[in-house]
């Protein structure tokens, strides 16, 4: 059967051609109707332009395998924790710096001293902290020194292991709140760390801090390359209402200080529950969001409408959801042919909406 006698589920997309660019960076990648309107966005606001026509310049490097991408507050640095070595046992940690224009577009690499690959990552712009996490300890980097420490002084060429903390109780994602603390979710509680008070490796980055750590029957094929601390304690403890809930993802809200939009550990409780959590006021739930058939693989907020929140699902759906409804407002079939959605984006390009009030950016597996 040729494309056209296809069902409409089953057929290719159509072909390229130079007529449906709307500009000349526009990417190959994306599709665009004929007799589209005319654009929201006017000249006056040449980044929201740029997004609606999918500009788009690409530039390469090469990373180990990639496990997530974590942006700075301010968009100074894009961590990307990876694995290499040999069979993908070695925790590895890429970085870009974007204020730094040279042939290698900002990257930066290091082998993180934990015994096991870092699976969760968060950043801190103001103290230029990249903090990752294994199951048993969370090690922090700095890419540069604070402008309140030296003036005027410039990035690291190699970050500087910073901080080690013991986090053998909590092995969730990860935070740094306004209030200055690292938290670190874990079932029913999460681990309370003061980055004001806790003590560093000093500033060659090797002096151990707490007791030492145990690299026997580690996994790492390098056990040499473990450093050793066993990390500073938790300062408190956040216990949830709920002490069933574990946090597999979750993402700060912009409306509360301290609100967590977070999504359970489908493996630990056996659900795909999503809710807000209160950080700030005891561990307390606030609203919990229904519709879920999978497992959800991240969260996308934006400042310029705080009442919105987009979810992208294993079971291969993005969805729009109002903090104000239980269901969702707007759901996006993403996954095609029973693919993952793994990633949903909702912005705001120089504060213009879309026609729906936000603009959704999906992506969807191969």
Avoid at 90 to 112: C, K, R, S
């Amino acid at each position: 059967m040729v494309n056209d006698e296809l069902p409409a589920e089953f057929r290719f997309p159509s072909p390229w051609t130079t007529t449906m660019k709307p500009h000349p960076n526009t990417t190959p990648l994306s599709r665009f109707r004929d007799g589209i309107p005319a654009w929201s966005a006017l000249d006056a606001s040449p980044f929201a332009v740029a997004v609606y026509e999918a500009r788009c310049e690409v530039s390469s490097a090469s990373v180990n395998a990639p496990i997530q991408m974590t942006m700075s507050s301010g968009n100074a640095c894009l961590a990307v924790p990876s694995m290499g070595g040999y069979k993908n046992r070695t925790p590895i940690l890429h970085y870009f710096l974007n204020e730094e224009d040279n042939d290698d577009f900002g990257l930066h690499y290091t082998e993180v001293g934990l015994s096991e690959i870092a699976y969760h990552s968060t950043t801190d712009e103001q103290r230029k902290l990249i903090i990752l996490g294994d199951r048993d300890r969370i090690k922090s980097y700095a890419w540069g020194p604070t402008s309140d420490t030296i003036r005027n002084a410039k990035n690291y060429g190699e970050p500087l292991p910073t901080h080690t903390l013991d986090s053998e109780c909590f092995h969730g994602p990860l935070v740094v709140l306004s209030s200055r603390r690292v938290i670190r979710a874990g079932q029913g509680s999460a681990g309370v760390w003061n980055l004001d008070t806790l003590p560093t490796h000093g500033p060659k980055g090797k002096k151990r801090i707490g007791k030492k750590y145990n690299t026997e029957e580690m996994w790492r094929d390098d056990p040499e390359s473990i450093e050793v601390s066993m990390g500073s304690s938790s300062d408190a403890t956040i216990t949830f209402s709920d002490p069933t809930l574990a946090p597999g993802q979750w993402h700060a809200h912009p409306s509360t200080a301290g609100v967590m939009l977070c999504a359970s550990d489908a493996r630990a409780t056996n659900n795909y529950s999503c809710l807000t959590l209160d950080l700030e006021n005891g561990g307390q739930t606030v609203s919990r969001y229904l519709g879920h058939g999978g497992t959800i693989q991240g969260f996308s907020t934006s400042a310029a409408d705080q009442n919105v929140f987009a979810t992208a699902c294993s079971d291969g759906y993005a969805r729009l959801y109002d903090i104000r409804h239980a269901l969702p407002v707007m759901t996006f079939d993403a996954g095609k042919k029973s693919q993952m959605c793994p990633a949903a984006l909702i912005v705001h390009p120089d504060g213009i909406p879309s026609a729906c009030g936000v603009q959704i950016l999906t992506s969807a597996t191969d």
